[in-house]
């Protein structure tokens, strides 16, 4: 990977992230984020993959 940039968990702050083509596991705190993302938007504005499906989960459930 030519990646020059160092990830960080927006969580926890640990550089020790596994990174994958698109996506960054932070073991510490067992949570996936999007590369993309941990570029672009500041740490308190960033949901790791695990968050955004809980939260489209809960759409799902939602009795109309």
């Given at each position: 990977?030519?990646?020059?940039?160092?990830?960080?968990?927006?969580?926890?702050?640990?550089?020790?992230?596994?990174?994958?083509?698109?996506?960054?596991?932070?073991?510490?705190?067992?949570?996936?984020?999007?590369?993309?993302?941990?570029?672009?938007?500041?740490d308190?504005?960033?949901?790791?993959e695990?968050?955004?499906?809980?939260?489209?989960?809960?759409?799902?459930?939602?009795?109309?």
């Open positions: 990977m030519n990646d020059k940039y160092k990830y960080h968990c927006p969580r926890c702050k640990s550089e020790d992230l596994l990174i994958f083509n698109e996506i960054a596991q932070c073991p510490r705190c067992q949570l996936t984020f999007t590369k993309k993302f941990l570029k672009q938007l500041k308190n504005v960033i949901l790791a695990e968050e955004k499906a809980d939260f489209i989960r809960s759409f799902k459930n939602e009795k109309l």
